[in-house]
């Protein structure tokens, strides 16, 4: 009798362990997703740093290395899009392809170039300069919560070493990405 009871028993023992175990780790992955939902500013900006991107990156053809943001959007309208590199050199960024931004059906595809140069800036440390791009306007229909997507050969890995993999020409890294509202519709 136990013979026949124990193998069932077993089977419903591991069952049970790993369908706790499942719905942890997803529990776990909701957490995670929630905490880093960025909401838009009272002012109307959208700010996006790379370090609270959700980023897929690789090195061996890095033309479809992406960065994304679970973000709250409190308010539709037209928004221009600007982004930030890290550049040693501020007459070309050296993107060598353009830079696709996409929010839900609309989206901003353009080569950055040095639109802005920020000296001084908190964002980067020496001997970098913060070079901001203006990639275009975009309109954002909808409210509630989106996937903002960025997909450039800029998008770096956190520990990727510049001076051991980087040929000289290789000179600036993406750092964020900013909406700001075409028309003040916030008071």
Do not use: H
């Amino acid at each position: 009798m136990r013979r026949k009871i124990f193998p069932w028993m077993l089977i419903l023992i591991v069952a049970l362990v790993y369908s706790c175990g499942s719905s942890s780790k997803d529990n776990l992955s909701e957490n995670r997703k929630k905490r880093n939902i960025i909401k838009q500013k009272s002012d109307g900006t959208i700010s996006l740093t790379l370090d609270n991107a959700e980023c897929y990156s690789d090195m061996g053809n890095p033309y479809s290395n992406t960065a994304e943001w679970n973000v709250v959007v409190l308010k539709s309208g037209r928004y221009n899009v600007w982004l930030s590199s890290a550049t040693k050199d501020t007459t070309s960024l050296n993107y060598k392809n353009s830079v696709l931004v996409s929010v839900e059906d609309s989206r901003v595809e353009a080569t950055p170039a040095c639109d802005k140069i920020v000296l001084n800036s908190s964002d980067v440390m020496y001997p970098y300069f913060r070079a901001d791009s203006f990639l275009g306007s975009m309109y954002i229909q909808d409210t509630g919560q989106f996937n903002i997507q960025v997909i450039s050969e800029k998008i770096l890995p956190k520990d990727y070493n510049k001076n051991a993999e980087a040929s000289e020409g290789d000179v600036s890294k993406l750092i964020s990405v900013s909406f700001t509202p075409v028309t003040s519709f916030y008071r």
